[in-house]
């Protein structure tokens, strides 16, 4: 199906897109990569009457280490991300997650900045910015404001972004030196979202966990942040019991909506069980 006719504005500069995000209101959309936008479109989900390219904004782009953050441009690519030496020695959560986002087409395309804005549960960077505490710089008529991630989530497709902001940048908070991480998906096929996925970024101190966030994507309305299982792993090594107990508290917080990928009783097994994967993988790589 074709969607409806619209009007096309390619801006230069954040200003101008900002500028013309305010005069046409309601009636414009942002596009990012475009990959749920556009099927949304077509399929008359969404009808507006302007569309904004912001692709070609060059202060949206790129990667870079500031004040012990990592800054990254809300229009880079899953491409980029995987391509980013910094990402990949200092984040290594985001590389392996956008490594597992849909395929190499639409990693071209794809933005963490459309990722995020749109709010999709099954989408995976909602549940991996939990994970990381990262925070979003949105920016409006007023100027930026910041958001952390925990929180900016509000349910299906509903985020804190206001009507008259842009998404920006994105913000990480380096990990410290020897953490662990992993992000284990399930999914039924190659570019397929996650039946279930989990999300953790793990510290520990000898034996025992000293830091800990677990987050799960497409588990509920918004990714879900789990935190009573983080409660319960602190201060406690990672054996049999820890990680039954929480994955146990994971699928506590779960309400999956069911639909071909299985029923909410099998989605909410598969949260648990790509819970405790995770914590495995992180703490395993957290010893070295």
Known sequence: MYPPAFDYHAPRSLGEALSLLSSLGGEAKLLAGGHSLLPMMKLRFAQPAHLID??????????????GSIVIGAMTTEAELLGSTLIRNKAPLLAEGAAQIADPQV????????DISHGDPGNDHPALMLALDASFVLTGPKGPRSLKADGFFLGLYSTQLAADEILTQIRIPIP????GWSYQKL?????????????????????????????????GPTALRA??????????????????GAARLAMS????????????????AMCGEMTRRALEAAAARARG
Do not use: H, W
């Open 54 to 67: 912001l692709s070609l904004l060059p202060e949206l782009r790129g990667i870079r280490e500031e004040g």
């Open 107 to 114: 990693r071209y395309k794809g933005t963490i900045g459309g």
């Open 176 to 179: 410290a030196a020897g953490s």
């Open 187 to 219: 999914k039924r096929k190659t570019g397929d979202f996650a039946t279930a996925a989990t999300a953790v970024q793990l510290e520990m101190r000898g034996a025992n966990v000293a830091k800990v966030a677990i987050a799960l994507t497409n588990a």
């Open 227 to 244: 935190v009573a299982a983080e409660r319960a792993l602190m201060g406690k090594p990672i054996d049999g019991a820890s990680l039954g």
């Open 253 to 268: 917080i779960c309400e999956p909506a069911p639909d071909l990928r299985g029923d909410a009783a099998y989605k909410t």
